[in-house]
């Protein structure tokens, strides 16, 4: 996809909602069990109740490899399920030397049907580069987490010396194919998604973290918009588990509602 | 597997070979494409004909992902016919925020049969501490990789301070769990290894880079052995890819008998 077609699907529907897919099968509604694909009747659902108040789905794919290979049947066909319009983000937080990152970019790209990976920068230029070589494809970099472990390296040397993550930011912009790089940012840390910003104005940042971590959706907009809007904000657990009865997709429609309406209120505030 | 087991194995075979199993459709022997499973056909070869010079495999994840759902099918089946004397790494370079990283350990050591993942450190603590509350069961972190991204991030700041994958083994240590904490440790560092052994005194080593990235074994066993060893010195490319006629199980077990005989020499010197 290019970042013109997420752009224009932001202003149209007034919404930079990415949902997230973390289907468990201890937490999803008891009565998919019957089904041959439970993860994926239950991906499908969530997705027919939910596709016009988004622009993107992010599987994470840690829960369809906890499946075994069925899992990752169901992985391939919840990205295909997805509709091409929306931004399909596997969240994969893959890296390794350049001839595995090339496999990996295989795997996510061509195997599968992602537009995005998420990728963790801890190997440097040459583990991200190979995912940078796919036209229209992007990689989603880690550079400050949501959890609370983004404290241990991410923030260090201290304040007065560049930080981890703003050292991923400024060196990873150098690049072959950094026009297609976004970087995660998590929502849990507003106070400084201003700098970030100012670090890296033109790229999309993923904000995981509103919701069930505590992420405030107004501190990240305010902050964090540009020109091109610029953010997917991504809600998993707080949407895909509203309900778990059978009413389970109206309950992550209304939730994803709830968020969609305070994007059009920032959208149109701030734009 | 425990500690014992596998230094004992070590001691027996008088041998720290890690073979790494990346299998790749474009290199491997044409003849075994006429096999239903190629690629378990061919890492079968492998592992009969060089159990009895190694101590572990390191199945990488992503030449199995990048055949979509039959590749994790033929990475189920090449870690069940690893033999249990071996110890089992899924070189997965995984890692996310708690209840995603819970979900990566089951997939790895739940649903497959390995021993050991590799984890990427970037997103701290509570991503890597989920993969060490299952008993017997290790994490093997990335401290100094063999590539040439290793100099982006892990060696910085400068010499004066501390660098990131000094600060990932001194952190680290203090994980819960981390009596089953191993590292990768590059064999392109030589000048590194008697340092990050003084760093990590007691901990395993697993050491890439030896062959096709120009590594050199002597190098590493002098600065990197410990009183258990304490060192895994993969291969992968080097013995796996030795041939590629319908001789190539010979000239892999050539391959990995080189490496052995050279690590029973340096094991009869050191200890």
């Not at 599987?59 to 929306?86: C, M, R, V």
């Not at 893959?94 to 990152?101: H, K, L, P, V, Y």
């Not at 990728?119 to 036209?135: I, K, N, Q, T, W």
């Not at 609370?148 to 400024?170: C, H, I, N, W």
Request: glycine share 8%; charged share 20%; net charge negative.
């Amino acid at each position: 996809m290019t970042k013109d077609t997420l752009v224009a699907q932001i202003r149209e529907k007034q919404s930079f909602l990415c949902v997230g897919l973390d289907p468990d099968l201890s937490l999803i509604p008891s009565f998919l069990l019957e089904f041959e694909d439970p993860v994926f009747e239950f991906n499908r659902r969530i997705i027919d109740a939910t596709k016009d108040l988004c622009v993107a789905y992010k599987p994470n794919t840690a829960f369809f490899e906890a499946l075994g290979p069925k899992g990752w049947i169901s992985l391939q066909k919840t990205l295909d399920y997805i509709p091409d319009t929306h931004f399909k983000i596997a969240d994969a937080k893959r890296g390794d030397i350049g001839n595995t990152s090339r496999q990996y970019a295989k795997a996510f790209f061509e195997s599968l049907s992602a537009d995005a990976i998420t990728v963790a920068p801890y190997m440097g230029r040459d583990s991200v580069e190979p995912f940078l070589e796919f036209p229209n494809k992007w990689v989603i970099l880690l550079a400050l987490t949501s959890n609370k472990g983004s404290l241990d390296f991410q923030m260090t040397p201290d304040q007065q010396e560049e930080a981890l993550y703003e050292q991923v930011l400024r060196i990873s912009q150098t690049y072959q194919g950094a026009e297609r790089l976004m970087y995660v940012i998590g929502a849990t840390h507003p106070d400084l998604i201003g700098k970030v910003r100012s670090l890296a104005p033109n790229h999309f940042f993923l904000v995981p973290g509103v919701g069930a971590q505590g992420g405030d959706l107004e501190a990240v907009a305010k902050q964090g918009m540009n020109a091109d809007v610029g953010l997917l904000v991504n809600s998993s657990r707080g949407i895909i588990y509203a309900g778990n009865g059978p009413d389970f997709a109206e309950k992550a429609r209304e939730s994803a509602l709830g968020l969609q309406q305070q994007m059009a209120a920032l959208l149109s505030k701030m734009n």
